[in-house]
């Protein structure tokens, strides 16, 4: 195998279009470990990103030692990208692992039992339930937990607490997929397949850095791009990444404008005619409406506000309206900016004025950040109801009741449920005093994280972190528990377009940690929560069990499950649902037939306006008359919040880097990774550089009006006037929650604003100044393989981004371990 941090996607396998992806076998082991000596393959996939890769995990010695592709999956025809080779299971084996239970005594976190560690989170519930009731109960979750995990957490807070205060870190990367879905079709639920990438005659990306987001899917792009007909490919990032590179046009929008575009590109369909008319009448509704909204963006309009080349929109577009098929993805680049969920819909709209959707080459993929995103969502616990029902429609709360046992009023359904901006909004009100965060590390992650980290310090907060390390989050709390994780445990999970994996348990976790799903289990079983017959609410002895209640679950749902099983799901490939006994090898598209989950009496929801967020409710929705037709949605385009100013003269994004994951809590932890992207930079354009006195690797301060970050500035090909910033980069290395005097996490700038209907932050969208600190002594510490290359300008002075052996000391990481009084121990 090639290098593959220098060489990230690997060699290429070219094939045709509706030809057979071919097979490529990625495999790393641990530096002096043969196949032969590994005792064991163990069937996994991949938590690194949303792709969903099929692995194999190697076992020697009951310690994790490698990894491979599985060949025989449909997901990733045995390849894995460089998060998966190397920080999926070196990831999990860092020294400073969290490995008992500790509790807050005196203002320090000191070592305890699992008994005293869940017996105080459990005297602390039910007391607050006694005086306060479950509205004083807040869950923050993740989208790194199994399917069985979500459902029970699920179960625990709508039937067993009663509280609607649910999301999961979900909210910040993917929230707008699912919203305009919902909007366009009715569901959640991806109507498109990777495999349409096969099929396809162009591809275009929407705010979707792809080749660093899910770099497999890539490395399928890229294999069709060097085939003998290669499809076209157009990209929408403000910034020159390998997605641009490769583009046939490259439209760089300003920040914050996607929706002006959008319009512009659904106007020029309707003037040139590029739209199937039979289709639109038969199977959709709104499109008079749409024709009106998007009138007035000309590509000459389109340019002026987006920054763009009007003959690029206008070249976009004909490459949309003209060929035969055309494969949209989209992501943060859309998800977390201005007018989030309206833009989405128009790229459904897109399609939907051209038929295109359900055939093979016509999808569309409103993709996901993480790896079990659609299980959160799927299974209620981002705070939807369960199985994709709809929290307006009383029969899908009954049934919810009957399946669980519980009165129809135990579970939350009076309002919307409570999404994450708004969870920590009341915690720093004071309604919230008990908040369970797991999997997640939201002093880091969360917009505007000095008042995140404030709120989490909130005096009278009742404060679980459950996790596998010590994050700026874990410092905070009041309980810490100590969590198995990928490798460690049993359970199922479900990638962007359906396809359900079984991760089976390779090695024991280390000391006393314990999977998620036990915990929540055992929460549950200390507060007796019961079914009105007076069984057990949660009954259930292991992840299997819980497979099968959520197979229930999902009984007659879009996303049914009912013939997925454990046995399925082991030795073959990943199964896309919805699979029963009308689908029993599961289902690749979804919508080929035109009839979409609209109906009143199968819609997730009942609509928004785009603009103000506003619910459409029942009784207007009903005189719609949508009757399983696709919904034409219609937005006009607004400014952004916040617009450069004098004192704030430059327009700041976030994002990713290939390299690293969230907040690094297990990529930060492999070697090879680590040693590519070690520490927090800021990317400005050449122009502005020049300007600002800033020269390659100068230490530059970037302030918004919110906080500042100090780092070194990497001089790239970004388009003048934005800046960017990777949001990986918190302080756990150091053992600090906060800043202090070395601020770099990229959220010290964002700002508490969200999509009115999505409730999506907006992490794409502030304004900054940038000013030189001081002269750097190299090169920033950016990777060069990707979006984040230096210009061509500096780039002979920056060394290449290579790897290296897995024993090269890397002294950007120490161990660290918990704050606790020495020979502490508490009872």
């Known amino acids: 195998m090639s290098d593959r941090i220098a060489d990230v996607w690997g060699t290429r396998t070219p094939f045709p279009r509706d030809g057979l992806w071919p097979v490529r076998l990625d495999q790393k082991l641990e530096d002096g470990v043969q196949e032969s000596d590994v005792e064991r393959w163990v069937q996994s996939a991949c938590t690194l990103c949303s792709n969903g890769c099929a692995c194999d995990v190697a076992v020697r010695d009951g310690r994790m030692v490698g990894v491979r592709g ?11 990208g460089p998060k998966g080779l190397f920080g999926s299971w070196q990831g999990m084996q860092g020294p400073d692992r969290l490995t008992r239970p500790l509790v807050r005594v005196d203002g320090e976190l000191v070592e305890t039992d699992w008994d005293t560690a869940m017996s105080r989170i459990v005297d602390r519930s039910k ?15 993740s989208g790194q937990l199994y399917l069985e995990e979500y459902y029970a957490l699920g179960i625990i807070g709508k039937a067993g607490l009663g509280t609607p205060h649910m999301d999961g870190n979900t909210r910040l990367c993917t929230a707008t997929a699912a919203a305009a879905m919902k909007e366009s079709f009715g569901s959640d639920g991806q109507p498109g397949s990777y495999e349409d990438i096969d099929s396809c005659d162009a591809i275009v990306l929407y705010g979707h850095n792809m080749a660093e987001t899910q770099t497999v899917l890539w490395m399928r792009v890229l294999d069709r791009l060097a085939g003998p007909d290669r499809p076209l490919v157009v990209c929408v990032d403000p910034r020159e990444t390998e997605v641009a590179r490769h583009a046939d046009v490259h439209l760089p929008v300003r920040p914050g404008t996607n929706l002006a575009l959008m319009n512009g590109l659904v106007r020029e369909l309707f003037h040139h005619g590029w739209i199937d008319a039979d289709y639109v009448a038969a199977h959709t509704v709104g499109a008079d409406e749409l024709r009106r909204t998007v009138e007035p963006w000309t590509p000459e309009a389109v340019a002026a506000t987006c920054g763009v080349d009007a003959d690029d929109v206008r070249a976009a577009a004909r490459i949309i309206g003209t060929s035969e098929r055309v494969l949209s993805t989209v992501l943060q680049g859309f998800y977390q900016a201005s007018q989030a969920t309206a833009s989405s819909c128009q790229v459904n709209n897109l399609h939907l004025l051209r038929g295109m959707i359900g055939r093979p080459g016509c999808g569309i993929l409103q993709m996901n950040g993480q790896p079990t995103a659609q299980n959160n969502r799927e299974t209620g616990s981002d705070g939807d109801l369960p199985g994709f029902r709809n929290w307006e429609n009383p029969d899908h709360v009954a049934e919810l009741a009957e399946l669980w046992g519980v009165d129809v009023d135990r579970i939350p359904h009076w309002s919307p449920p409570t999404h994450a901006m708004q969870i920590f909004r009341y915690v720093e009100q004071g309604s919230i005093e008990f908040l369970w965060v797991s999997a997640t590390n939201p002093a880091v992650s ?51 377009n359906r396809t359900v994996h079984l991760a089976d348990k390779a090695v024991e976790p280390p000391g006393e940690a314990r999977s998620d799903l036990d915990i929540f289990l055992d929460y549950a079983r200390r507060m007796d929560f019961r079914r009105n017959d007076g069984a057990p609410l949660l009954d259930w002895t292991g992840p299997e069990d819980g497979f099968r209640a ?9 996303c049914d499950y009912t013939g997925i ?15 029963n006994d009308e689908h029993p090898d599961g289902t690749v598209r979804l919508y080929g037939d035109g009839v979409f989950r609209t109906g009143m009496s199968d819609a997730e929801t009942y609509g928004h306006d785009l603009l103000t967020g506003a619910t459409v409710g029942p009784v207007r929705y009903s005189a719609m008359r949508v009757d399983g037709r696709a919904i034409l949605k219609a937005a006009s385009y607004q400014p952004p919040h916040e617009e450069p100013s004098d004192e ?71 388009r003048q006037g934005t800046v960017f910033a990777p949001f990986h980069y918190g302080y756990w290395e150091d053992d600090r929650t906060g800043p202090d005097a070395r601020p770099t996490a990229a959220n010290e700038l964002t700002s508490t604003e969200w999509d009115p209907v999505s409730k999506q932050p907006l992490f794409k969208v502030a304004a900054v100044r940038v000013e030189k600190v001081a002269d750097g002594d190299g090169p920033a510490p950016a990777p060069t393989t990707a979006a984040s290359r230096p210009a061509a300008s500096v780039g ?29 121990e508490v009872h």
């Open 70 to 80: 599985r060949t025989m999956d449909v997901v990733n025809h045995g390849r894995l």
């Open 648 to 718: 704030y003269p430059l327009r700041y994004t976030t994002g990713r880097t290939v390299y690293q994951f969230h907040t690094r809590t297990r990529t930060g932890r492999a070697k090879q990774l680590n040693r590519a992207a070690p520490k927090a930079w800021v990317e400005i354009s050449i122009a502005d550089a020049q300007h600002l006195g800033v020269h390659e690797g100068d230490i530059v301060r970037v302030v918004s009006p919110r906080g500042e970050i100090v780092v070194p500035a990497r001089v790239s090909d970004i």
């Open 446 to 496: 969360m917009p505007q994280s000095g008042r995140i980290r404030e709120i989490l310090a909130t005096e009278g907060l009742f404060l679980i972190v459950q996790d596998l390390y010590m994050t700026e989050t874990a410092l905070l709390a009041d309980v810490v528990l100590p969590a198995a994780g990928w490798g460690e445990k049993q359970g199922a999970f479900t990638n962007v």
């Open 127 to 141: 007391q607050l339930l006694a005086t306060k009731g479950p509205l004083s109960h807040g869950f923050y979750t």
């Open 550 to 558: 959520w197979q229930e679950c999902t009984r007659g749902r879009l």
């Open 796 to 824: 002979a002075r920056v060394p290449a981004t290579v790897g290296g052996p897995d024993a090269e000391a890397d002294e950007s990481l120490r161990p660290t371990s918990p704050p606790r009084a020495a020979g502490q």
């Open 565 to 579: 099983t454990y046995d399925r799901l082991r030795g073959g490939s990943g199964i896309p649902w919805p699979c």
